[in-house]
C-alpha cells in the first residue's frame, strides 16, 4: 500500500505541501514531551493497520478469510464507542463520552512526518471528523493501490441468499443523534434494536436506509446500558439512541389552530420493535453466528403509488424476495438467544443497502470554504500565469457540515458548485458559509472515508426564517411548488352548485340541524355533527365528512398529485395543502349556508352508550354554524341554558337557515353527554391516553413570536374526538367485511417490551405504583398516579413524556398484505381490534382511500338489494344491510351475487388490489413521518427565533439524569429537554459520589487541575454556566409569568411590552458549591444557538451566582 500525500485539494503543489509541514512541524513541537510514549504504539499501530479487504464478500462458505476482519478485531470495534444507547430509564449514573469524544479518543488519524496516515486505537482505518486547521484530504500517490476503508457491499444475489438462509436481517438503519458512531436497527418481532457500531460496522449506511446486516456472536455482544436488573438507582434520561419524532398525544394542528386529529392522538413517537417469545433456551451459542443472521417477517415493496415515486440515485429495484416460513423460523430462533443473554444488547454490522434513504438525496448544512481560500490564495499567484485561471482555481474540494448530527461531513468539488457561489468564492466573499445550502449525497465509495456531495439549493442566511423553513421541506423531501396546471384542470368550473344526479342519488340531509366546531381560524372544514332524540331514550349521533372523493377521481392528474403528497404539511402559520384551496377551503368545505357533499354516519345510541343500529352512505348537508372550541366550551360550562331567553356577545358566529340558537345549545348538551358516556366505555374497553403539555406561539402582527403559551384540551375537544374514532372504527369494520384483502387500515403495535418494563421499575423504585400488564391497566395506573402527584404536576407532566416512550408508530397497511393470525391488525392504544382513517379526506389521502371503498361498498350492497335479496319483515319490504349494518350475515356477503356486486362495484371506483394499496400505504407512512418532522422541526426553530429575540430566558429545570459528565434536565418553561456537559471545563470542580448518585459542582481559581486531558479539550466555564454576580443581581425580565387559577387554567398576566416580554419575575440562581440529585430542580440560562454559524439549537446554561 502506498503512503498517503496529504493535501488541501485535488491538484498536488509544492505550496500545499509546505502548508502540511508547517503544521506537522507545529504539532511536532507540542507533541515533544510525549514522543517516546507514542512511537511504541504508532510502530503497533502501522502495522496493524495494513488491512487487506477483498473486492467481495459472501456469506457463504463460512471462510473467515472472507471477512475483512477477524472476529476479534470486529469486537474491538464493536467496543469503540459508550454513549448512553435507546433505553427509555438507564440507570442514573449517566457515565457515558460524547460523540466527539469518542472520535478524539478512539477514531484520531495520527499523521507522521512523512505524511502517512495511522490509526492510534485499532487496526481499522478512520476518518477525520473534526479537522483541526487547514482541511486536509488524503490520498494516494499510488492509485493502482488505494486504500479501502470499508469493506465492499454484497452482492444482490448473495443478500438474497442470505437473507433465504436466515444468516441476514433486513432492517432499518437509525443513528444516534448525539453520537454518530451509534446505529441501530430494529428487526420485527425482536424486543431489542441491533447495535451497530463505528464507521467500519456502519459500511457506509446513512439514516433510512434499509440495510442487510449480519449478527456477531453473543460474545461479542455489548452490556446493555441501562439493565437494572442489580441497579440501586435509576433515572429518566433522554433517549440518545434517536431523537424523539412529533409526539402526538391528544391534539394535531392539522389544521393549524389545535384541530383535533383523534386517530394520530395514539401515534406515539418511539420506533421500537414489539415483543418477542419468551422461555426459549437455544443452547447452541457457538454456532449462533451460523443462525443468527435473520430476516424480519416482512419484507418491504420498492416503490410506492403505481410508479409515482420520486427518483433518487440510490433507489434500489433488486428483488430480495424471500421464503418468509425460513424468515420466521430464523427470527424465532434470534429472539430465544435474545431472551437468554438479557444483561447484553445484539450487535452486528452492516454488509449491504437493500433500498437507499430519501434523506441521502436531502442533505442540509453549511459550507466550510475557509482553508480551501486559503488554499487558493496561496496558489493565485501560479495560477495568474495560467491561461485556464478559473479552471485552476475552480479545483478542489469544500466541506459540507450536515445540520443533522446523524450524518457525517461531506465533500464537494468546487467545481461542480452552483455558479452563484463559485462567482462569490471567487470574488472573495466569506460569508457562503453562513448560508444553509441543500445537497445530494453522490458517491461514496469503499477508499472514500467521507461522502462526495453536490450542492443543489441555495436556501439563503442560516439566521432567516424563511430560509430555515425551505430547508426543512428540502430535507423532508417536501415539494412547496403549486398544484401543476393539469392537477387544476380537474377541478370543477366556478360557479358550482349540487348537481342534479347528486340530488337524486343521495340522502338528502338540508333539513338537519349540522355544525361544525373547529379551530377559530380554521378553513378546511371537513367534519360536521348532529344529534336527533328519538324514543326511548335513543339518540341518533351524526357525522359527516366532506366528500372530497366526489372531486378527487382515481388515476387523474389531481389524484396523483393528492397521492404524491398525501398530507397537508403545516408550518404553524401556513400549511401546504393536499388539494388544491378550491376544494379543501371552498367546494369540499362543510362550510355554513352552502350545500355540500358529504359523506354521512347515523348510528342509534341508547342512554348507555350501546350502538342499537347505523345507516351509511353518501348525503347532501347544510351546515348551519361553525362553532369555534371556544364557542362550543362555552356552551358546555352552561354559560347559556336551554330554556329561557339566550344573549350572545358579537364574537359568536351567524346562524344559517331555519335553525335558532337554542337547537345549536341543545344539540351540542346533547352531544356532550353523550361523548362521556363513549368515553367511558372505551376507556373500560381498555384504551390508552397519554396526555403532555403543549406550548402555542403567540405571534406578532409581522408573524414573529413575542411569547408562548401552553394550551390544553378542553372538554369541547373530546366532544369531537369521540365521534370521529367511533367514526373511524366503524368504517374499518365495514370496509374489512366487504373487501377483507383490500381495506387500507391504521395499526398500532405493541409497545417495547423492555422499556415499558424499565419503566416500571423506576416507577416502583420510587414509590409510584405501576401495571403494564394492558394499555388499560396502563391508562388506569396513569390516572391514579396523576391524582397522587397532583402536587406536582410537572413531574407527573414527565412521567407522561416517558411513558410514551416505549410506544410504537401507528402506521397505515393493506389488509391482504398483512397477517392477522395473531390480532397484529388491532390499534394498542384504542384497544379496537380494528381502525382506520376516514374523517380528513380534506388533508390526508388514505381517507379518500377510504371514501372509495365506502362508496363500492354501499353501491355494492345497493346492487345486492335490487337482485332481489328481500327480506319481509312486518309485511313490508325491507333492506337488510348485510354489508353496512351492525348485523353481519357472513353467509350473504361471501355469496356469489354479493362477491360480483362488490367487485362490480370496486372497479366502478376504481379501489386500489392488494398489491397497489401495500405501496400506497408505505408511502403514506414515509410523507406522514415526514410531514411530522416538519411540524417539529418549524416548532423548534420558532422556539430558537423567541429565545434569539429574548436572548436570555431563565427558567427553573428538573434533572432527569446525572453522571460525572452530563445531566438531562426538563425545562419547564418549554416542555422540552437538554443536556449540560460540565466535565472538563476551565474553573470547575466536578465530584461524582457513586453512592448516593450525588453531583457536587464547585468553582476554583485555578483554571486546570490535574487532569490528563490536554489542554485544548478544555472549555470555559461561561459555555457550562451563566456567572452572575450577586452585586449586580437584579429582578430578571422573564417571558412568563403563569397566573394559577382555581380551575388548574394559566394564562398570561400583564401588559404585553414592545420587547415580547409578558413580566417580571425573579429566577433565583444557585450558588457553588450546587449539590445536585435526581429529580432537584435547578435554575438554567436559555440562550440561541447557530443560525448563520451552525445549526439551530437551544443553549442550556446553569445559573450561578459567584463572587468568583
Known amino acids: 500500500m502506498g503512503c498517503l500525500i496529504v493535501e488541501s485539494t485535488q491538484s498536488q503543489t509544492r505550496t500545499e505541501e509546505t502548508i502540511t509541514e508547517n503544521c506537522l512541524k507545529d504539532k511536532k513541537k507540542n507533541r515533544r514531551s510525549r514522543r517516546s510514549k507514542r512511537n511504541s504504539s504508532l510502530s503497533a499501530s502501522s502495522s496493524a493497520s495494513q488491512i487487506q479487504i477483498h473486492s467481495e464478500l459472501s456469506p457463504s462458505g463460512g471462510d473467515s478469510s472472507m471477512n475483512c476482519m477477524g472476529s476479534d478485531e470486529h469486537h474491538q470495534l464493536s467496543q469503540m464507542s459508550n454513549v448512553a444507547e435507546s433505553n427509555l430509564l438507564p440507570t442514573m449514573d449517566v457515565n457515558v463520552q460524547t460523540a466527539d469524544e469518542n472520535f478524539q479518543n478512539q477514531q484520531a488519524i495520527l499523521l507522521d512526518i512523512n505524511g502517512e496516515l495511522f490509526s492510534n486505537s485499532r487496526p481499522e482505518p478512520a476518518v477525520i471528523e473534526e479537522p483541526m486547521g487547514p482541511v486536509l484530504l488524503a490520498r494516494p500517490n499510488d492509485l493502482q493501490d488505494r486504500r479501502k476503508y470499508f469493506p465492499p457491499h454484497w452482492s444482490t444475489e448473495a443478500v438474497t441468499e442470505?437473507?433465504?438462509?436466515?444468516?441476514?436481517?433486513k432492517s432499518l438503519f437509525r443513528v444516534n443523534a448525539h453520537n454518530r458512531l451509534e446505529a441501530y436497527c430494529k428487526i420485527d418481532g425482536v424486543q431489542t434494536d441491533v447495535l451497530i457500531n463505528g464507521l467500519v460496522a456502519q459500511n457506509r449506511a446513512?439514516?433510512?436506509?434499509?440495510?442487510?446486516?449480519?449478527?456477531?456472536?453473543p460474545s461479542l455482544w455489548t452490556k446493555m446500558k441501562g439493565f437494572i436488573e442489580n441497579v440501586n438507582h435509576s433515572a429518566l434520561v433522554d433517549d440518545c439512541s434517536c431523537q424523539p419524532e412529533a409526539v402526538e398525544y391528544a391534539r394535531d394542528s392539522s389544521k393549524g389552530k389545535s384541530k383535533l386529529d383523534p386517530e394520530d392522538d395514539y401515534d406515539f413517537s418511539r420506533n421500537s420493535s414489539v415483543s418477542a417469545e419468551k422461555g426459549i433456551y437455544y443452547e447452541d451459542v457457538s454456532s449462533f453466528g451460523a443462525i443468527a443472521h435473520l430476516e424480519p417477517t416482512k419484507v418491504s415493496e420498492n416503490g410506492y403509488i403505481n410508479g409515482y415515486h420520486p427518483s433518487t440515485s440510490y433507489s434500489s429495484s433488486a428483488d430480495y424476495s424471500v421464503n418468509v416460513n425460513d424468515v420466521v423460523n430464523a427470527v424465532e430462533k434470534l429472539c430465544a438467544v435474545v431472551s437468554s443473554f438479557p444483561s447484553k444488547r445484539p450487535t452486528g454490522r452492516v454488509v449491504a443497502v437493500i433500498e437507499s434513504s430519501l434523506r441521502r438525496d436531502t442533505v442540509v448544512g453549511f459550507l466550510s470554504v475557509k482553508q480551501w481560500s486559503y488554499s487558493r490564495e496561496s496558489n493565485k499567484k501560479e495560477s495568474r500565469k495560467n491561461k485556464h485561471q478559473l479552471t485552476a482555481l475552480h479545483r478542489g474540494h469544500v466541506l459540507l457540515t450536515p445540520t443533522d448530527p446523524k450524518f457525517t461531513k461531506m465533500t464537494v468539488p468546487v467545481k461542480n458548485l452552483p455558479e452563484c457561489i463559485k462567482k462569490r468564492l471567487d470574488a472573495g466573499d466569506a460569508t457562503v458559509e453562513m448560508d444553509l445550502v441543500g445537497a445530494r449525497m453522490v458517491n461514496w465509495g469503499e477508499e472514500s472515508y467521507i461522502p462526495e456531495a453536490h450542492v443543489m439549493h441555495i436556501f439563503?442566511?442560516?439566521?432567516?426564517?424563511?430560509?430555515?423553513?425551505?430547508?426543512?421541506?428540502?430535507?423532508?423531501?417536501?415539494?412547496?411548488?403549486?398544484?401543476?396546471?393539469e392537477a387544476l384542470s380537474c377541478l370543477p368550473h366556478i360557479p358550482w352548485k349540487v348537481p342534479v344526479e347528486e340530488l337524486q342519488n343521495r340522502r338528502d340531509l338540508r333539513n338537519l340541524c349540522v355544525f361544525t366546531i373547529d379551530p377559530v381560524t380554521a378553513t378546511d372544514l371537513d367534519d360536521a355533527l348532529s344529534v336527533e332524540r328519538l324514543s326511548n331514550g335513543v339518540s341518533r349521533v351524526g357525522v359527516h365528512i366532506a366528500d372530497a372523493s366526489y372531486f378527487v377521481l382515481p388515476d387523474t392528474a389531481l389524484d396523483i398529485d393528492a397521492q404524491i403528497r398525501s398530507t397537508s404539511v403545516y408550518l404553524l402559520q401556513s400549511k401546504l395543502p393536499m388539494l388544491p384551496p378550491l376544494l379543501s377551503e371552498n367546494l369540499c368545505s362543510l362550510s355554513p349556508g352552502v350545500d355540500r357533499l358529504a359523506f354521512s354516519i347515523f348510528w342509534d345510541i341508547n342512554s348507555a352508550g350501546e350502538v342499537l343500529d347505523r345507516w351509511i352512505g353518501r348525503t347532501i348537508i347544510n351546515s348551519c354554524c361553525k362553532l369555534s372550541y371556544e364557542h362550543a366550551q362555552e356552551i358546555i360550562d352552561g354559560a347559556f341554558g336551554i330554556h329561557g331567553s339566550i344573549s350572545l356577545g358579537n364574537h359568536w358566529p351567524q346562524l344559517h337557515g331555519q335553525f335558532e340558537w337554542f337547537d345549536i345549545i341543545r344539540s351540542v348538551k346533547s352531544l356532550h353527554e353523550?361523548?362521556?358516556?363513549?368515553?367511558?366505555?372505551?376507556?373500560?374497553?381498555?384504551?390508552?391516553?397519554?396526555?403532555?403539555?403543549k406550548v402555542d406561539f403567540v405571534f406578532d402582527e409581522d408573524g414573529v413570536p413575542y411569547d408562548s403559551v401552553f394550551s390544553e384540551r378542553k372538554e369541547s375537544n373530546f366532544l369531537v374526538e369521540e365521534f370521529m374514532l367511533l367514526a373511524n372504527r366503524t368504517a374499518a369494520e365495514v370496509i374489512t367485511r366487504a373487501y377483507p384483502t383490500s381495506a387500507l387500515l391504521r395499526r398500532h403495535p405493541e409497545p417495547n417490551v423492555r422499556k415499558l418494563k424499565d419503566f416500571e421499575t423506576f416507577c416502583n423504585k420510587h414509590g409510584i405504583k405501576l401495571d403494564i400488564s394492558s394499555s388499560g391497566h396502563l391508562h388506569h395506573s396513569l390516572e391514579r398516579i396523576k391524582r397522587e402527584l397532583e402536587y406536582d404536576s410537572v413531574l407527573f407532566d414527565i412521567l407522561m413524556s416517558y411513558a410514551a416512550r416505549p410506544m410504537q408508530l401507528a402506521a397505515y397497511f393493506c389488509s391482504g398484505d398483512f397477517n392477522d393470525a395473531d390480532g397484529d391488525w388491532g390499534h394498542y392504544a384504542l384497544a379496537v381490534p380494528l381502525y382506520t382513517h376516514f374523517t380528513s379526506p380534506l388533508r390526508r389521502y388514505p381517507d379518500i382511500i377510504v371514501h372509495r371503498t365506502l362508496a363500492a361498498t354501499a353501491?355494492?350492497?345497493?346492487?345486492?338489494?335490487?337482485?332481489?335479496?328481500?327480506?319481509?319483515?312486518?309485511?313490508?319490504?325491507?333492506?337488510?344491510?348485510?354489508?353496512?349494518?351492525?348485523?353481519?350475515?357472513?353467509d350473504a356477503i361471501e355469496s356469489p351475487e354479493a362477491q360480483a356486486a362488490l367487485s362490480a362495484a370496486a372497479a366502478k371506483h376504481r379501489c386500489p388490489g392488494t398489491e397497489i394499496l401495500a405501496d400506497v400505504a408505505a408511502h403514506c407512512n414515509k410523507r406522514k413521518l415526514a410531514s411530522r418532522r416538519v411540524k417539529d422541526a418549524t416548532h423548534k426553530l420558532y422556539t430558537w427565533n423567541l429565545l434569539k429575540k429574548k436572548e436570555i430566558l431563565f427558567s427553573e429545570a428538573r434533572v432527569l439524569g446525572l453522571g460525572p459528565k452530563f445531566m438531562s434536565i426538563y425545562i419547564l418553561k418549554l416542555a422540552i429537554e437538554r443536556r449540560?456537559?460540565?466535565?472538563?471545563?476551565?474553573?470547575?470542580?466536578?465530584?461524582?459520589?457513586?453512592?448516593?448518585?450525588?453531583?457536587?459542582?464547585s468553582q476554583f481559581i485555578n483554571k486546570r487541575s490535574n487532569r490528563r486531558s490536554s489542554p485544548g479539550k478544555f472549555r470555559p466555564l461561561d459555555e457550562v454556566a451563566l456567572i452572575a454576580d450577586p452585586c449586580d443581581l437584579k429582578p430578571e425580565m422573564d417571558l412568563f409569568e403563569w397566573d394559577d387559577k382555581e380551575d388548574g387554567e394559566s394564562q398570561i398576566d400583564g401588559e404585553i411590552l414592545k420587547s415580547g416580554i409578558s413580566e417580571i419575575i425573579n429566577i433565583e440562581p444557585a450558588v457553588f458549591p450546587l449539590t445536585v440529585r435526581l429529580l432537584s430542580t435547578i435554575p438554567v440560562a436559555l440562550h440561541a444557538v447557530g443560525g448563520d454559524d451552525g445549526p439551530l439549537d437551544i443553549g442550556t446554561r446553569l445559573y450561578i451566582s459567584s463572587y468568583l
Open 162 to 169: 442470505a437473507l433465504e438462509k436466515g444468516d441476514a436481517f
Open 206 to 217: 446513512v439514516e433510512g436506509d434499509t440495510v442487510a446486516i449480519v449478527i456477531d456472536p
Open 460 to 485: 439563503g442566511r442560516g439566521s432567516e426564517v424563511e430560509a430555515q423553513i425551505a430547508a426543512i421541506l428540502f430535507e423532508n423531501a417536501i415539494d412547496p411548488s403549486e398544484f401543476s396546471s
Open 674 to 693: 353523550i361523548s362521556k358516556v363513549l368515553k367511558e366505555n372505551r376507556f373500560t374497553r381498555g384504551a390508552l391516553s397519554l396526555e403532555s403539555p
Open 859 to 890: 353501491e355494492a350492497e345497493e346492487m345486492y338489494w335490487k337482485q332481489g335479496m328481500l327480506q319481509k319483515l312486518n309485511g313490508e319490504e325491507a333492506v337488510i344491510r348485510c354489508f353496512t349494518g351492525i348485523s353481519f350475515d357472513k
Open 980 to 1001: 449540560i456537559y460540565y466535565d472538563e471545563v476551565e474553573g470547575l470542580k466536578v465530584e461524582w459520589l457513586e453512592n448516593t448518585s450525588t453531583l457536587v459542582l
